[in-house]
């Protein structure tokens, strides 16, 4: 009901930086809440690097506090982060992820984008 699109991964030198894109498109009845964007490293579990309410309060995750700007579109549905100072602990395939409520029961529902590979060169 609810398709994220990523973009924006590739192979970056440490110290560099990066846009991640997401756009998320469905049915009107399903009514986007929050975005966010998570990561999983080989090996590690998935976890939140950063997210934006409807009223774009923001959150990150301590390892990219200060390197790390999320930035959500409401009226679009989009959501991208921004990432500097970019260190090869970043490495990671990179997700999108959707809250989102249908409209016509109350029912929440949780969406994730395919992936976008980031990798940080040394």
């Known amino acids: 009901q609810v398709r994220l699109v990523e973009s924006g991964g590739g192979t970056v030198q440490a110290g560099g930086s990066l846009r991640l894109f997401c756009a998320a498109s469905?049915?009107?009845?399903?009514?986007?809440?929050?975005m966010a964007w998570y990561r999983q490293a080989p090996g590690k579990q998935r976890e939140l690097v950063a997210s934006?309410?409807?009223?774009?309060?923001?959150q990150y995750a301590d390892s990219v506090k200060g390197r790390a700007t999320i930035s959500r579109d409401t009226a679009k549905n989009t959501v991208s982060l921004e990432m500097n100072s970019l260190k090869p602990e970043d490495t990671a395939v990179y997700y999108c992820?959707?809250?989102?409520?249908?409209?016509?029961?109350?029912?929440?529902?949780?969406?994730w984008g395919q992936g976008t590979q980031v990798f940080v060169s040394p």
């Open positions: 992820n959707a809250d989102a409520t249908l409209s016509y029961s109350g029912n929440r529902r949780n969406y």
């Open positions: 934006a309410s409807t009223s774009n309060i923001t």
């Open positions: 469905g049915r009107a009845s399903v009514i986007i809440n929050a």
